[in-house]
């Protein structure tokens, strides 16, 4: 038993080729005078004070709302889903189930 393709119209068998070049020249003028986005971490960047914070730990994590902190707070419970993007300033404070902290950390 043999297999035989369809046969198509000359008309028809163009389309999927022009389909194809259509996304190829969409894709390239899309790129086009665009400059690739690459996130850097400048050396100088200031840190978030995990340091000068630790003896905070085992405190509640409500006793971080009166401190000066140079980014934002992020406070992570056990089994918590976080993203993986770092930001140098934020502090992250790592908290049990009764929102004691046991870690301070930057990121």
């Not at 999927?16 to 050396?43: D, E, K, M």
């Not at 340091?51 to 085992?58: C, E, N, T, Y």
């Not at 993007?85 to 301070?104: K, W």
């Amino acid at each position: 038993m043999s297999f035989a393709a369809p046969k198509c119209q000359p008309a028809q068998c163009r389309w999927p080729s022009r389909l194809v070049t259509l996304a190829a020249v969409a894709t390239l003028c899309a790129c086009v005078g665009r400059t690739p986005v690459v996130p850097t971490i400048q050396p100088d960047a200031k840190d978030c004070g995990a340091d000068r914070l630790s003896d905070l730990q085992g405190q509640h994590f409500s006793t971080l709302a009166g401190v000066d902190l140079p980014g934002a707070l992020r406070v992570l419970y056990p089994m918590q889903a976080i993203t993986m993007d770092f930001s140098p300033t934020r502090l992250n404070a790592r908290v049990n189930d009764a929102g004691l902290i046991r870690t301070l950390s930057c990121g």
